[in-house]
């Protein structure tokens, strides 16, 4: 069963987005009662409630040099740097918008894997209940069954995903 899809991973037995390795930037945390930012230098992670979010999606590049404010800079913002690897959605209560910017890992994230893991979020937290993507045992399934996909559309790519959200229904009670 692999461990891991584009930018989520299993660390730790934490789903976690983005590179724990690399202490100098942030990563994200699916936790059991919602996203859990972690950002050097600060004393501990930041929560935010599941249900705090209205929606939810990862946006991610396929190499750590296209998240680059370097590039950006060079590329006259073609790419936006650390902006694309992001967790973003709206969030009640206050009403706001919510970027939460995390590390691309040294890999290159393929195709497949970058596109199955933004709809796994997308899809997971539109067919709720949200919470299960910070449940240990159903994101291992669902990364297990979804990793190995190579899909060559958008469509089939969404249609898989939609199919391992419908079959695993909500976590674990």
């Given at each position: 069963?692999?461990?891991?899809?584009?930018?989520?991973?299993?660390?730790?037995?934490?789903?976690?987005?983005?590179?724990?390795?690399?202490?100098?930037?942030?990563?994200?945390?699916?936790?059991?009662?919602?996203?859990?930012?972690?950002?050097p230098g600060k004393d501990g992670p930041e929560p935010v409630p599941w249900g705090r979010f209205m929606d939810l999606h990862l946006a991610a590049t396929y190499t750590r040099l296209e998240s680059s404010?370097?590039?950006?800079?060079?590329?006259?913002?073609?790419?936006?740097?650390?902006?694309?690897?992001?967790?973003?959605?709206?969030?009640?209560?206050?009403?706001?918008?919510?970027?939460?910017?995390?590390?691309?890992?040294?890999?290159?994230?393929?195709?497949?894997?970058?596109?199955?893991?933004?709809?796994?979020?997308?899809?997971?937290?539109?067919?709720?209940?949200?919470?299960?993507?910070?449940?240990?045992?159903?994101?291992?399934?669902?990364?297990?069954?979804?990793?190995?996909?190579?899909?060559?559309?958008?469509?089939?790519?969404?249609?898989?995903?939609?199919?391992?959200?419908?079959?695993?229904?909500?976590?674990?009670?």
């Open positions: 069963m692999s461990e891991r899809l584009g930018p989520i991973e299993r660390v730790g037995g934490r789903w976690v987005v983005g590179d724990t390795e690399w202490e100098k930037r942030p990563h994200l945390e699916f936790g059991a009662e919602g996203v859990l930012r972690h950002e404010t370097t590039l950006a800079v060079l590329s006259g913002g073609k790419y936006l740097g650390r902006r694309t690897c992001s967790l973003h959605g709206t969030l009640r209560h206050p009403y706001e918008p919510w970027v939460a910017p995390y590390g691309h890992h040294a890999r290159r994230y393929g195709t497949s894997e970058l596109v199955l893991a933004q709809f796994l979020v997308s899809l997971a937290f539109e067919a709720g209940p949200a919470r299960r993507l910070g449940d240990p045992r159903w994101m291992a399934e669902a990364v297990g069954r979804l990793a190995p996909l190579r899909v060559r559309k958008l469509s089939a790519a969404r249609a898989a995903v939609a199919e391992v959200v419908r079959d695993l229904g909500g976590p674990a009670e």
